[in-house]
Structure formats: structure tokens, C-alpha cells
């Protein structure tokens, strides 16, 4: 894997992993690379011959629970620099083993170039996604109704605050969390 995608990834999961544990969500890293760290600076060649079982090497990122230990989620993150066509199909393939394999899965997606017309708002720069796999697609769940992925526009994602309430208090907003979390994220689409 190239380094500065590597540390895209490191950086975003760790901003989402900041973002939550501030607004007193548990979150226990699962990623394959934090439960067997010794993989996570191996050779592509070397790694592919292990021949690791699917559902170990498909880990989500995280494992999230609330404060109080009625709500919990497997998580995703991922980083793309924009949102399209082309970005949506290779985000299927990345995806669809790990859905299929852990089914809900949520994605926190996070763009480097807001795709909106409204970059003033933090959900133009990150949303969460439910994924479900079915019929051997990958579903996306809005609003209890589900929806193919490829029918399925960034604007229909959740925006992170609604899919974690704890984000929403008054004491977030006017600490300018998810903003401070945002403009971090922003400069990730400048590694090249």
C-alpha cells in the first residue's frame, strides 16, 4: 500500500476514533493490522501468502459502543478526496466481501473535497452509511427502508451526529468538535 494512503487511513480512523471516545463512546480498535500489528508494515507478496481466513483479514476498523450499553456499531472508516461515479463502484469492491462478511456495517466517510454546495456544514465533509448485504449487493439503509448502493447518493448518508446523538450535545457544538475534526481531514486530500 502506498504511505500516504496508509496514512490517510491512519489518520482518519484515528480522528473518528478521537471524535467518539470525546462524546464518551467506547470504541475498541479491530482492524486486522491493530489485532495482529505485525502485518501492518508487511510486504503485499508476503501478506497475500499467509492465506489468513476472510472474516480476519475483512475486520471492521472499530467496535463502538454507547455510554450507556444500549446502542453499538462494527465501523468502516474510510477517506476518499471526492465523492463520484467512479469512487462509489471502487468503494463497492473494497466493501462488499467485509459487508457481506459482518452485515450491519456502518461506513464513516470522509472527503477531502466536499461534494456539496454547503461546505460550511459538517455533514458536507463526513457521513455514515448502514450497510447490509443482500442478494449479494451491498443494501444501504435509510431511513428503515433499504436502497441499493448504486442507486444511492452521498446526501442520503446519515450525517455523523444523527447515527451518534452524543455528537449533537450543546457542549460539542459550541467545543466545535466535529469542525476542529473536519478541517483536520480536509488537508489529508494534500498527501500525495
Not at 496514512?7 to 484515528?14: E, F
Request: hydrophobic share 40%.
Amino acid at each position: 500500500m502506498k504511505y500516504s494512503n496508509r496514512l490517510k487511513g491512519s489518520i482518519t480512523q484515528a480522528l473518528v476514533r478521537s471524535l467518539l471516545i470525546d462524546a464518551g463512546i467506547t470504541v475498541v480498535p479491530l482492524g486486522i493490522e491493530e489485532v495482529i500489528r505485525e502485518l501492518s508494515d508487511m510486504p503485499q507478496m508476503q501478506y497475500k501468502a499467509l492465506n489468513l481466513p476472510y472474516p480476519l483479514k475483512t475486520l471492521p476498523d472499530f467496535f463502538a459502543i454507547n455510554a450507556d450499553r444500549s446502542e453499538s456499531w462494527l465501523l468502516e472508516v474510510k477517506f476518499r478526496g471526492n465523492w463520484n461515479n467512479d469512487v462509489q463502484s471502487e468503494l463497492y469492491n473494497t466493501l462488499y466481501e467485509q459487508v457481506k462478511s459482518w452485515s450491519p456495517l456502518h461506513l464513516i466517510l470522509f472527503f477531502g473535497n466536499t461534494p456539496s454546495y454547503f461546505p460550511e456544514n459538517p455533514s458536507s465533509w463526513i457521513r455514515v452509511a448502514k450497510l447490509r448485504c443482500d442478494n449479494d449487493k451491498i443494501l444501504v439503509e435509510i431511513k428503515g427502508d433499504l436502497k441499493d448502493w448504486f442507486e444511492t447518493e452521498w446526501t442520503e448518508f446519515s450525517r455523523i451526529q444523527d447515527v451518534f446523538s452524543e455528537l449533537s450535545s450543546p457542549e460539542k457544538w459550541e467545543d466545535a468538535v466535529l469542525k476542529l475534526t473536519i478541517s483536520v481531514s480536509k488537508e489529508l486530500v494534500e498527501l500525495s
